[in-house]
């Protein structure tokens, strides 16, 4: 079943950080060394991928429209839903990537009196998505507070707006939990939706499994088995500054929380995370609804060797006479046309 | 590559948002903060101890300090007994503060390099 593979693979890697740097100190593996091959390994493959995606030519025009299209001056078009221009195709992707407005479409199909399927408006998906990215962003803006001296002042003010309860010391950080339960929310419905779940594959739970053991390794770590952040700093300082060092003391809970990390780097680029990238080269968004004005030529065409219709009668004329096919041109006709030729010549 | 320009652009835009730790720090070394203990009441002490040992404030030292603040608001507890059996009188000012009386050196040196500003200042003295 995918879900318990999942599940154990998350187990496992957290088992193995445990073990590694909690029993065999491994702590300059999983400090410095992991992390510095997560690192490369997603930033070269991410832009490999992308780059493959650009050499893949697109041979048909395909963008998916949902408005009308634009044709005569006096018929109104929908900009957004039907762009016409790189401008219009700009804002269309803007707001697909931003507001992710294709999910919002999203429906929910029932079975209705007489076998009729009724649809209805499912935005928990939606929102389910946007809670959990737009958290996803502001946990890992605040995380900039590791990587900058002094911290830089955006992780304040993001501070500021996410910590405004005040609840505890060190005080609560809502997008951490609002993270947790998002990723908690997008795989139980991966769970408990039959359809969604006859689709779901080890390849959509572990990611998810696998965010949701880092922000619950990071929301112990902050609230309740605490480590010494003064010295996490010197370590995740010592990454940036390319002065690698790893203080003595540092809990093992810190080791698993980044262990994780690394692996969700390191996976990134061979998985369905790589929408990061692919959500920007999908000929269905981004190309402009234009086929009626400009033509695009497919750049796969190549000189087709053809065969026509004229060439293959001409072949097996006789052949076709005597099995009875009719033909175009009689075998009378061709003498005849020869005798002309060569009476002209 | 189709559209070249573009997709070059967009690894470019990617890159600087991605390597921003690795560039804003080029060519920096990170020095750790370094809590200044130099303060009479602590040269006065013969052995130089903390309330818990130093390990155990460091990480935990804010949990203690609600904790406090719990005990003494809310149970009406002025006296804590630490891991050594030793008491301590509860109090923010009267008995962190009395030992680590240079804030600025101390509690904001470290404060500075987390990007916490605890605002616990805003009522009690440091001093
Ligand atoms: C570069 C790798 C990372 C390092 C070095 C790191 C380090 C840390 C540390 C030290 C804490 C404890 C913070 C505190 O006590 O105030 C923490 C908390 C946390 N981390 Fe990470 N982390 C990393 C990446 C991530 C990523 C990619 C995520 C996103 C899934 C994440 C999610 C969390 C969450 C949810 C918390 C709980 C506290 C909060 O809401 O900020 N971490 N991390």
């Not at chain 1, 070269?44 to 697109?58: A, D, E, F, H, N």
Request: proline share 6%; glycine share 6%.
């Amino acid at each position: 079943m995918g879900v318990w593979f999942s599940f154990w693979v998350v187990v496992g890697l957290i088992l193995v950080a445990l073990i590694g740097a909690g029993l065999l100190n491994l702590s300059v593996i999983f400090g410095v060394v992991f992390p510095y091959l997560a690192l490369v390994v997603f930033l070269v493959g991410l832009i490999y991928r992308v780059v493959q995606w650009g050499k893949t030519p697109v041979p048909f025009h395909i963008p998916t429209t949902c408005g009308q299209q634009k044709s005569l001056s006096w018929i109104k078009y929908s900009k957004l839903e039907s762009p016409a221009t790189g401008w219009e195709v700009f804002l269309r992707m803007f707001l697909e990537v931003v507001a992710f407005r294709s999910l919002f479409r999203n429906l929910r199909t029932e079975m209705g009196p007489g076998f009729r399927p009724v649809y209805g408006s499912s935005k928990w998906l939606w929102l389910g998505g946007i809670a959990f990215h737009y958290s996803f962003l502001i946990v890992f803006l605040r995380h900039l507070r590791f990587f900058t001296q002094p911290p830089s002042k955006l992780v304040s003010i993001i501070d500021s707006f996410d910590g405004f309860l005040q609840i505890g010391h060190p005080h609560l950080q809502l997008t951490g939990v609002v993270l947790f339960f998002a990723a908690l929310y997008l795989f139980l419905r991966r769970l408990y939706i039959p359809q969604v779940r006859y689709i779901s594959l080890p390849a959509d739970y572990f990611p998810l499994l696998l965010i949701m053991g880092i922000a619950g390794s990071g929301i112990l770590m902050r609230y309740f088995i605490k480590t010494d952040i003064t010295k996490v700093k010197e370590l995740t300082m010592g990454l940036a500054t390319f002065h690698p060092k790893v203080p003595e003391g540092i809990g093992v809970i810190f080791y698993v929380h980044i262990f994780l990390v690394s692996v969700l780097f390191a996976y990134f680029p061979f998985s369905k995370l790589v929408h990061l990238g692919g959500v920007f080269l999908s000929p269905t968004r981004n190309l402009a609804n234009n086929s009626r004005m400009k033509r695009h030529i497919n750049p796969w065409d190549y000189p087709v060797k053809v065969h026509t219709y004229e060439e293959y009668e001409e072949e097996f004329r006789e052949k076709m006479k005597m099995a009875g096919i009719p033909v175009e041109k009689d075998i009378e006709e061709e003498e005849t046309e020869e005798k002309e030729q060569e009476e002209k010549e | 590559m189709y559209d070249g320009g573009k997709i070059i652009t967009g690894i470019v835009i990617f890159l600087l948002f991605a390597l921003f730790p690795i560039y804003s720090n080029f060519g920096k070394t990170y020095k750790p903060p370094k809590p200044d203990l130099n303060t009479p009441e602590i040269q006065k002490m013969e052995v130089k101890k903390c309330v818990e040992p130093k390990e155990y404030m460091r990480a935990e030292h804010m949990k203690l300090l609600v904790d406090w603040r719990d005990a003494a608001l809310r149970e009406g507890k002025r006296t804590y007994i630490n891991s050594r059996g030793e008491s301590y009188f509860i109090s923010l000012q009267n008995t962190c503060m009395r030992c680590h009386s240079d804030k600025k050196k101390f509690c904001d040196e470290c404060h500075k390099h987390a990007g916490v500003s605890p605002y616990c200042w805003d009522c009690h003295f440091a001093k």
